[in-house]
């Protein structure tokens, strides 16, 4: 377990995330207006999303779809009957006075996700439950001295807000449990994830106790927009509680918002009112009622998930527990390490498939990351395709270079945007496997230190690297390594 | 039942309408008067009955998922009372 | 020949038809009729230009020999459904300033219809009322008069506009919406036809909500054929209300067999109140008689909830109003009070926006949603809510169609009733269950009380059989010969 320490002992924190993962749809949960991030103020805005008189919501059957699919992928429950609630509230954001939201039955109900702990072990952490909701529109707070401006976009776009279970202990599990959720959306094609555009949003829920006492007060920490800041705001947020319930204080069960400037957490101003949400069914929409077979087509076209991923990573590629959890953290690596696999044994149809395997993985997980960490850019966006990558590792396998080579052809990929091939051929890198210009290198190289060539014979093996490496200077690296060493030994023996 | 004027007063605030004090003595007997005769429903018992929340015998129908609305900000903002520069305009509010 | 104004809208039909005059005489002398009455402030909204223009189309399709199943017919809009680019108030200051950027689907279809439109027309606020004397924009009169008493009285409510509109001959049809009998009711106090449809047959996309689960707009009329031809024009499946029934609707004129052979009618013992006026009770016996004399059998039911269908409304209405009401916030329409803060100018635009009975409603349906009260009062008024539908169901094994008075009492004077709710709320005792189950009610004026008022018998069938409402309403209609006229009327006296 976990614990951090106060000056009483030590203390255990409790943590469950309620995570708002925007759906992806090209129209809003109950409207016909767009999604897209980034439009102009108020012009993504039907008169059902500012709340005019008389305006009714009409439910999206793709974002039901895209909810049903997150929940099956969370390994939940899937609800055959939920209902809409209307959670009711005044706010300048949210036109109608209420947040249409489901309550007391969501469509999806308890489910789990695993998290892979950097030291290798799993946790498994429960989910509660996930249901619909509609977004807010955004409240822009510094435009000017006297007035809070509105800006509609988002009111309306399809949520799904995720609840855990209080199952997570330390900000490093909070921070895996996010990075798995995100991944899991991402590969499900149900969020983007992006924390920057606020596509993902996490609410946090931390109390502190004392081992196997009972639980304590929680806060709950509103909006934190990134992984990082989840993870200070939870340190924060704990030692804070464990400081004031150390100097005889408690704890007010509040809501409070994370300053990212100064690291620490503070109440939240407008949520001062006791809050009464009387939320009751929204009686502009029926029962949501689903048909168990078309939940079941969803479930036949859910992807592979980066668990079931490693597994066959591992298992059916012998890859490492490590490399294939690195390879399926993100869907465009896997995706990425998979096509360029695809490619290479199609071009390679006699190298052994398991060492095609590793060789892909070594690839990607070395040269191409560090160079993809380099440029900033993403996998998609990179120069370097999986095809680039599958042709390099052809043209060691037909010693057309060396390994040696293929670092340089690599960096020049990256420069340039070039295919391996047309850089070999451009630059001249052909590896030289012509025997006799080799024989003529190294007579030449022996010819010039006679001097070495004798310590040699009389016992001195260790020069044999100095050979090797005078040969391969003369041929500016383009010798074939093995033919070098092989006429060298003849060579030398004399 | 009978509401005492801080009910009232609290419910005033979370319906967001301005009750002067002086109100809250007369609105309490009015709203006490109204519950008090709604609570004759207590006379029936509803144990095992299921809640009725519409008549609609139906389930909920979906729309498809497309565009077919916004793009408009001028007709979103023609009624507001107070705009400017494609924004709703609202007294500051801190959070 | 009839003066224009006192046609039914079938005669109307008729004599365009025979070109006898055009739909710009009948725009003409509608036009006229409503500057004519101004006193009874019954149109919050003259349009006559639009009327106009629209009784010019209406010619040149009737002289194409085209047209559709209301050419040229002037109606009157009841100020709840928003008309585009015509200010719509719902009867409320909040409102005031507001014009819709949308068309409601019913006024739409209305307009489809080749309906000519006169104006909007005064209604209590938020459809919040049985007297018409809640609206901001002052009190409607009643165009009867009690014998020998020239004290104005109410036409009634919500649709008091609506109902004192078509009884002065203004308009040959108006709209109406009935939430707990907003249409049945002034139609009896003003000695018209009208009748609430079964809740999802007529769209409520583009009406201010007043409450989403039992809303339901509706014709009134001077005949019931004239309903018949214009529910027909009203109603219809909408995708942008959810609740819009996917049904195809019948011809409802052709329902006006008169044949009601064989139909067994309902009388619901509970329906006979302590107190009741002994001349409404008369005026039951009497329908009992003429529906048996054309051939039905009047059958005793009981309707054992019956009593608590007040009450039960009287926690859902109001809670779902609280809800719907919560849009009016200063923000993106109708009126703001200036505030310091954000919660400011809600407290002070909502006190100032709304009137005393609009605040009692939201007040208490707050209060029923609030927490640790909403099981003893919101669940318990849902489950009363299917008490009272499951009754009608079993009734509805028995008989075709259920025959009851509209309302308790004839006409009351403005100012009577005013400073007790509860006695107020007792207006709708007959009307109310038939909201609560969602079925469809007609009121037809069936004779004269005492002192000359009109009263209306109600008519109440099962869910989407409006056609057997308005047949027997038709049988009604025919066996009353109702044909006493108010004492003020466009035209001038009777
Ligand atoms: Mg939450
Ligand atoms: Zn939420």
């Known amino acids: 377990m976990s614990l951090i320490e106060g000056r009483t002992g030590s203390w255990e924190v409790i943590i469950g995330l309620e995570v708002h993962a925007q759906v992806i749809s090209n129209a809003k949960l109950f409207s016909g207006a767009a999604t897209a991030f980034g439009a102009e103020p108020n012009t993504q805005v039907s008169t059902v999303d500012a709340a005019f008189p008389g305006m009714l919501p009409v439910i999206n059957r793709i974002c039901v779809e895209q909810a049903v699919r997150t929940g099956l992928g969370l390994k939940a429950e899937i609800n055959l009957v939920s209902v809409f609630d209307r959670k009711n509230y005044f706010y300048a954001d949210l036109p109608a006075g209420y947040q249409i939201s489901q309550y007391t039955r969501p469509i999806v109900g308890k489910g789990e996700i695993v998290l892979d702990m950097a030291d290798g072990s799993t946790r498994t952490i429960g989910i509660t439950r996930l249901h619909l909701e509609q977004d807010a529109g955004k409240s822009l707070h510094d435009q000017h001295a006297e007035y809070t401006y509105v800006d509609l976009n988002r009111a309306g776009i399809a949520l799904m807000e995720i609840v855990s279970e209080p199952d997570l202990r330390t900000a490093e599990e909070a921070g895996a449990y996010l990075k798995k959720l995100r991944s899991i959306l991402r590969y499900l094609g149900t969020c983007d994830g992006n924390m920057e555009e606020g596509s993902m949003r996490c609410d946090c829920n931390v109390s502190v106790r004392k081992p196997g006492a009972p639980l304590g007060t929680r806060c709950e920490i509103k909006n934190v927009n990134s992984i990082r800041y989840v993870m200070q705001a939870i340190e924060h947020e704990a030692r804070r509680q464990v400081e004031i319930i150390e100097d005889g204080g408690k704890i007010d069960q509040e809501t409070r918002l994370f300053d990212a400037n100064k690291g620490v957490t503070r109440p939240m101003r407008s949520k001062e009112h006791a809050h009464d949400y009387r939320y009751f069914p929204d009686p502009d929409l029926l029962p949501l009622v689903l048909d168990g077979k078309w939940v079941d087509g969803i479930r036949k076209g859910l992807p592979e998930l980066p668990d079931a991923k490693k597994t066959r990573f591992e298992s059916a590629l012998g890859l490492s527990a490590y490399n294939a959890s690195v390879l399926v953290a993100e869907k465009e690596s896997a995706d990425l390490y998979e096509s360029a696999l695809a490619a290479v044994a199609k071009a390679a149809p006699g190298q052994p498939k398991a060492k095609l395997a590793v060789d892909v993985a070594n690839l990607v997980m070395g040269d191409y990351f560090a160079a993809l960490n380099a440029s900033g850019k993403s996998i998609a966006d990179f120069q370097v395709t999986p095809a680039m990558l599958a042709e390099l590792l052809v043209l060691q396998y037909d010693n057309t270079i060396s390994g040696r080579l293929a670092k340089d052809v690599f ?53 044999f690297g100095f050979f090797v490496g005078q040969v391969m200077k003369a041929t500016q690296g383009k010798a074939n390594p093995a033919l070098v060493n092989e006429r060298l030994k003849q060579k030398l023996a004399g | 039942m009978a509401l005492d004027k801080a009910t009232v007063a609290r419910i005033a605030t979370l319906a967001r309408i301005k009750v002067p004090e002086s109100d809250l003595e007369r609105l309490a007997g009015e709203l006490s008067g109204i519950l008090t005769w709604i609570e004759q429903l207590n006379e029936v018992s509803t144990d095992g009955v299921e809640p009725m929340a519409s008549v609609a015998e139906m389930t909920l129908p979906m729309r498809e998922d497309k565009v077919t609305d916004g793009g408009q900000p001028e007709k979103i903002l023609a009624n507001a009372p107070q705009q400017a520069l494609g924004f709703f305009l609202v007294p500051k509010v801190v959070e | ?72 017919m002037p109606l009157a809009i009841k100020d709840l459904f928003c008309t585009e680019g015509i200010p719509t108030t719902a009867g409320s200051r909040i409102l005031g300033g507001f014009t819709p950027p949308y068309e409601s689907t019913v006024t739409a279809k209305l307009w489809a219809a080749g309906a000519v439109m006169l104006g909007k027309v005064n209604m209590d606020e938020f459809a919040m009322g049985s007297s018409n004397t809640t609206s901001a924009y002052g009190a409607v009169e009643n165009p009867w008069r009690r014998r020998g008493d020239n004290r104005p009285l109410v036409p009634g409510g919500s649709s008091g506009g609506s109902a004192a509109a078509v009884a002065a001959r203004t308009a040959l049809g108006a709209t109406g919406t009935d939430t707990g009998g907003s249409i049945r009711q002034p139609a009896s106090f003003a000695g018209i036809v009208g009748i609430k449809p079964t809740y999802g047959r007529c769209s409520r996309w583009g009406i201010v909500a007043f409450a989403s689960s039992l809303d339901q707009a509706g014709p009134m009329t001077r005949s019931v054929r004239d309903a018949a031809i214009m529910l027909g024009a009203m109603a219809g499946h909408d995708p942008k209300d959810s609740t819009s029934a996917p049904l195809p609707v019948p011809d409802f004129e052709a329902a006006l067999t008169g044949d009601i052979r064989g139909m067994k009618i309902g009388n619901p013992r509970e329906y006979r109140l302590d107190g009741m006026p002994a001349e409404i009770e008369q005026l039951w016996q009497q329908g009992i008689s003429w529906l048996k004399a054309a051939g039905a059998e009047p059958v005793d039911i009981s309707l054992k909830m019956t009593k608590y269908a007040l009450p039960a409304y009287y926690i859902i209405a109001p809670a779902e109003a609280s809800s719907n009401l919560a849009r009016y916030d200063g923000v993106r329409f109708g009126l703001r009070v200036p505030g310091e803060s954000l919660d400011e100018m809600y407290e002070a635009t909502r006190a100032a926006g709304f009137g005393a009975e609009v605040k009692r409603r939201i007040l208490i349906g707050t209060y029923v949603l609030s927490a640790g009260y909403y099981d003893a009062y919101y669940l318990k008024a849902q489950k009363l809510r299917a008490l009272i539908a499951q009754d009608f169901a079993e009734a509805f094994k028995t008989v075709d169609a259920i025959l009851a008075p509209t309302a308790p009492s004839a006409a009351f004077a403005i100012g009577e009733n005013s400073d007790d709710p509860i006695a107020m709320y007792l207006n709708d005792v007959f009307t109310v269950p038939v909201n609560l189950a969602g079925l469809p009610g007609i009121s037809v004026p069936a004779g004269l009380s005492g002192e000359g008022l009109p009263l209306g018998l109600q008519v109440i069938g099962r869910a989407f059989d409006e056609a057997t409402v308005l047949k027997v309403g038709d049988v009604i209609e025919r066996s009353a010969g109702f044909t006493a006229k108010p004492q003020f009327m466009a035209g001038g006296r009777a």
Request: glycine content about 8%.
């Open chain 3, 1 to 72: 020949m009839a003066a224009l104004t006192d046609l039914t809208i079938a005669e109307a039909r008729a004599g365009l038809r025979k070109k006898e005059f055009s739909a710009r005489d009948l725009a003409e002398a509608h036009i006229a009729a409503v500057a004519e009455t101004r006193q009874l402030n019954a149109y919050l909204v003259e349009t006559p230009e639009r009327a106009l223009e629209m009784a010019k189309r209406s010619d040149e399709k009737l002289a194409r020999g085209q047209g559709g199943a209301l050419e040229g």
């Open chain 1, 411 to 463: 960096a020049a990929m990256v420069e340039t945007g070039k295919s391996p091939s047309a850089l070999v051929e451009e630059r001249g890198l052909k590896q030289v496997t012509d025997t006799g210009a080799i024989d003529g290198a190294i007579d030449a190289v022996l010819k010039a230190n006679g001097d070495k060539v004798a310590e040699y014979r009389s016992g001195k093996d260790k020069l």
